[in-house]
């Protein structure tokens, strides 16, 4: 009587054990890639599968995300559409997960993960890849203008050029399609990293 009583209780702990577990998956096998420009807002589609029998309580988070080279998308910028629900049992439900790409991010595969964690302990990860698309891209003044010059006399002028993209530029070259008796030079940096003002200077 007692080992068919305990027998009894181990069949019962085993079926409550097995009768909820949580997965989940995105546009490839244990993975979500997206991509897109720094300082835009790029979303995708990930999945929660309840393969038990019962309903469970789920939670989403998500890690930070870094590049080979330490650079970070912290982890703030991720958000999903519903990070808190009960997956109903047998189902899959749908979430919409959103990365704000910071402004001038550098450009790279940066990679982090998202983890659904079941009320019954059961838990699932899955990897979120991002592709920061490279932008080169400067600002500089559209005119230049100078004050009258008398016969072989020299003026100059100042203006910054900004590196609006999101990678450093360098062998910077700055050329003038000026008439050939106007004798302009630059005076330059060759390089200007991400963000950065490099001044010029033109006689």
Known sequence: MIRKLMLSIFMVLALAFSASAVNIYGNTAGTIALSGSHGANISGTIYVENTGTVDISTNLTKTALYDNNGNTIPSSAITFSEDSFTAANKTNKSITVSVNIPSQQYAGV????????????????????????????????????????????????EFTI????????TDVIISTDAASKYNITFNQSATINLGALAVGESE
């Open 110 to 157: 940066y990679l982090g993960n998202i983890t659904a964690a079941a009320n019954d302990s059961s838990n699932a990860k899955l990897s979120l890849n991002v592709t920061v698309n490279t932008d080169y891209n400067f600002d500089l003044p559209s005119t230049l203008t100078f004050d009258s010059l008398s016969l072989n006399s020299t003026n100059s002028k």
């Open 162 to 169: 900004k590196n609006s993209g999101n990678l450093n530029l």
